[in-house]
């Protein structure tokens, strides 16, 4: 009997040796598994929160100053990364306003908006209409804010309706729209 009860006690002890080597294999396994995966987690979660980025349909941008709009734009679709801060858009339309007044509309089949800069540049079938009636068709126009010059390239055609066509390389038109100048080789065609 004593025999009997030593190999028992001896099965116990085995069984309760092993249980405690499969438990603590476990409990080493997931703190490996937690230390080796937090770098992973880290990186994840910084890349997901540092490189944002949106597809949208029907996009409307405006900015304002001390509660006075300066222009607004609407864009078919846009893409947004905020790795550069960057807007890319398709086939826009929009405004330039002061005192709340429609100054330039302009419509691009392509533009990007720098959140950063506050920068939108048109590129790709460019018109720009001022309130006058004067028209401005190029390449590319870059507009950097209310007080900068607005500057348009490539094949830039300006009219004011009966009185001149100009046609020249480069235009750079003040941030108020009252005047422009003409660079690069240039043609005029006055109306009388």
């Given at each position: 009997?004593a025999?009997?009860?030593?190999?028992?006690?001896?099965?116990?002890?085995a069984?309760i040796?092993?249980?405690?080597?499969?438990i603590?294999?476990?409990f080493w396994?997931?703190?490996s598994?937690?230390l080796?995966?937090k770098?992973f987690?880290?990186?994840?979660v910084s890349q997901?929160?540092?490189?944002k980025?949106?597809?949208?349909?029907?996009?409307?941008?405006?900015?304002?100053?001390n509660g006075?709009k300066l222009?607004e734009?609407?864009a078919?679709?846009?893409?947004y990364t905020?790795?550069?801060?960057?807007?890319?858009?398709?086939?826009?339309?929009?405004?330039?306003?002061?005192k709340?007044?429609?100054?330039?509309?302009f419509?691009s089949?392509?533009?990007?908006?720098?959140?950063?800069?506050?920068?939108i540049?048109l590129?790709?079938?460019?018109v720009?209409?001022?309130k006058?009636?004067t028209?401005?068709?190029?390449?590319r126009?870059?507009?950097?804010?209310k007080n900068?010059?607005?500057i348009?390239?490539?094949?830039?055609?300006?009219e004011?309706p009966?009185?001149?066509v100009i046609?020249?390389t480069?235009a750079?038109?003040?941030g108020?729209?009252s005047?422009?100048?003409?660079?690069?080789?240039?043609?005029?065609?006055f109306?009388?």
């Amino acid at each position: 009997m004593a025999l009997k009860n030593y190999i028992k006690d001896k099965k116990n002890i085995a069984y309760i040796l092993l249980f405690s080597v499969i438990i603590f294999a476990c409990f080493w396994a997931f703190i490996s598994a937690g230390l080796i995966t937090k770098s992973f987690k880290t990186k994840i979660v910084s890349q997901t929160y540092k490189n944002k980025e949106a597809n949208i349909e029907s996009l409307l941008v405006t900015e304002t100053k001390n509660g006075e709009k300066l222009w607004e734009l609407y864009a078919d679709s846009g893409m947004y990364t905020d790795e550069n801060g960057v807007v890319l858009l398709e086939y826009l339309i929009g405004n330039f306003y002061d005192k709340n007044q429609v100054t330039a509309s302009f419509k691009s089949d392509k533009g990007t908006y720098n959140s950063n800069k506050k920068q939108i540049i048109l590129y790709d079938n460019v018109v720009l209409v001022y309130k006058d009636g004067t028209n401005l068709s190029a390449e590319r126009i870059t507009y950097s804010g209310k007080n900068e010059d607005i500057i348009a390239e490539g094949n830039v055609r300006i009219e004011r309706p009966n009185e001149a066509v100009i046609w020249g390389t480069k235009a750079i038109l003040t941030g108020d729209y009252s005047d422009f100048h003409i660079e690069g080789r240039t043609k005029s065609q006055f109306y009388m």
